[in-house]
């Protein structure tokens, strides 16, 4: 028998492909893109100071897409299979454990190492450059991130094989690397500071990727070797542990198993708390099929909000520690900033994971097939998920929403000039705004991905790709346009104010929800049924994809004079 021939025959198929291939030079581009713009932007600057710009944020930005590589391309590859039922199937052959969680590992994880692959090279630029760059630091660096990619891959193949959600295998898998990146270093800090303690424990910063590519550096690596290596060690070491668990856990996880008495007690608890006990669940029923069927199927359960509500309130407390152990000085701009960020983002990708999911799930059990057959409309459908997000989602944004809006008045408190105060108003404003649009945007799209995409993660990757990595790189190209213009004979004339970028920011955001949630509502409207009755999205056209088709029909109907309630 052939040695691991799940490995063969994926790389034997992805030889075959043409986007391998245009996956690692479009890697190789983005990186060589970034590093122009930078180099332009910092023109001005020495050499030496320039280098090393280069390679941190070269080689910082390789180390993220490595970290965010597992949830992404392996956190669903074993739980999938489980959901189509076709997980037995290979272990009725005589594929061992190993054989499989190897085989949909490099499957799922293929594209991303040789998107690293292609990227390594491009971070050795700033060597060339000088600043005192050294090639075992360049070494190092290689290092940190293959090791990371490493790890997140292992960590999401660890985790799928436990898992048989899409959402919860991701979800799982990211909270997973924040906290062995973030997480136990900050309990570490916290610890050392608590014990009045000079430096923080190796162990808590040992499984930190962050830790290791902070030591890579040659000023850090020659005061902290063992730290250096150690830290290593023990990527790898959770790496092979989490691969070896997974190859044992896969051969049992795939059955049902029938749960003792006191794991149906759990459950029977759970059951009822999460929908209701006796007459309260009736009367919910009633009223939520009395709105919208689709709202009492897919916001049935209580958990949801509570959860969003239950992680605000873990941030809080966060901050609030930070509040009680630094006081006045918490209280500042850069914090504010900080937690607004944090919080919109997280916001964002959690409704954005379950607006696909609704969709995609649904699909892929086919529960999508039988509301497509009663009497309700395709408007009737859509917007039983817009109710079941707005009973999740709604009470949390505006609570998000007002403690920025006391954060914005505290840092206009603090701003002692007009000019000032204008500044933090417009951003903070032009924020909230964008935060509301976006969600908007991120319902349509994400319910329009979700039922045309493979799986709910690569439509919630395509969903925030769209909605949020898009208009910050139309502002960078945008920036750069600027810089290049400077070369010109119209150099002399004064660079734009803080407006200017503002609004820059606010039209580019705005516009690109508007753009996109116009062409998926369209798409939803007109193209439904047509769309789920199609097994997977075509990936023959990329601009069709992500822009959509400029001609009013699909597949040769013509559909300008459809109506939804009739057709839908």
């Known amino acids: 028998m052939t040695f691991l021939p799940i490995v063969s025959r994926e790389l034997r198929l992805a030889s075959r492909r043409r986007g391998t291939y245009w996956i690692r030079s479009g890697a190789a581009l983005i990186i060589m893109l970034v590093g122009t713009w930078l180099f332009l932007i910092l023109r001005g600057e020495a050499p030496k100071d320039l280098a090393m710009v280069l390679f941190c944020v070269l080689t910082g930005g390789a180390v993220l897409f490595a970290l965010v590589s597992g949830p992404r391309s392996t956190a669903d590859s074993i739980s999938e299979e489980k959901r189509e039922g076709t997980l037995g199937l290979l272990f ?30 491009m971070l050795a630029i700033p060597l060339l450059m000088g600043g005192g760059i050294t090639l075992a630091e360049f070494g190092r660096m290689a290092l940190v991130t293959i090791s990371a990619l490493f790890f997140s891959l292992t960590l999401g193949i660890c985790v799928s094989s436990m898992s048989r959600s899409a959402q919860k295998a991701a979800a799982v898998t990211s909270l997973l690397i924040v906290f062995f990146a973030a997480g136990l270093p900050a309990c570490g800090a916290l610890l050392a500071t608590i014990a009045k303690s000079a430096a923080v424990n190796f162990l808590f910063l040992a499984p930190s990727a962050g830790f290791s590519y902070y030591l890579a550096f040659e000023s850090q690596y020659k005061l902290s070797k063992t730290w250096f290596w150690g830290s290593i060690g023990f990527l790898q070491v959770g790496s092979w542990f989490c691969l070896v668990l997974a190859s044992v856990i896969a051969p049992r996880s795939w059955q049902e198993r029938t749960p003792g008495q006191s794991a149906l007690g759990w459950r029977e608890w759970w059951k009822h708390w999460n929908y209701g006990w006796g007459p309260e669940r009736a009367v919910l029923r009633r009223w939520m099929l009395d709105t919208n069927p689709v709202f009492w199927l897919t916001a049935r359960m209580r958990s949801k909000p509570a959860m969003v509500w239950a992680f605000l309130g873990l941030l809080a407390s966060g901050w609030c520690a930070g509040w009680w152990k630094f006081r006045n000085e918490w209280l500042n701009e850069g914090i504010y900033m900080t937690t607004a960020i944090i919080v919109n983002l997280a916001l964002r990708y959690w409704f954005a994971g379950e607006s696909t999911r609704l969709m995609a799930e649904n699909r892929k059990s086919g529960g999508l097939e039988l509301l497509l057959s009663t009497p309700l409309h395709v408007r009737d459908i859509l917007r039983g998920q817009w ?22 008045v505290a ?24 935060l509301v649009a976006d969600l908007v945007a991120l319902y349509w799209v994400g319910m329009w991905l979700g039922l045309t995409a493979r799986n709910p993660i690569r439509a919630m990757g395509g969903s925030l790709a769209r909605i949020l990595i898009l ?8 920036l750069l346009v600027m810089v290049l213009r400077e070369f010109g004979p119209r150099s002399y004339q004064a660079s734009p104010d803080w407006k200017f970028f503002v609004g820059l920011w606010f039209g580019l955001g705005i516009g ?17 049924r047509l769309a789920a009755q199609q097994q997977y999205e075509s990936k023959k056209d990329f601009w069709r994809r992500w822009f959509g088709s400029l001609r009013p029909h699909v597949s040769g109907l013509p559909t300008g004079n459809w109506d939804p309630k009739v057709g839908g």
């Open 512 to 528: 690109v929800d508007i753009a996109f949630g116009a062409w998926a509502r369209q798409k939803l409207l007109t193209e439904f």
């Open 387 to 408: 109710l079941a997000l707005r009973s999740q989602f709604l009470g949390p944004a505006l609570g998000v929403l007002f403690v920025e809006c006391l954060f914005m």
């Open 471 to 478: 208009p910050w790189a139309g502002y960078g190209l945008v």
């Open 411 to 434: 840092t206009i408190r603090n701003a002692i000039p007009d000019e000032g105060r204008i500044f933090w108003f417009a951003l903070w404003t032009a924020g909230m705004l964008m």
């Open 92 to 121: 009725l052959t005589d594929l061992k454990g190993y054989d499989i969680v190897l085989g949909k590992m490099v499957a799922g994880s293929l594209n991303s190492f040789y998107s690293v692959v292609a990227v390594l090279p």
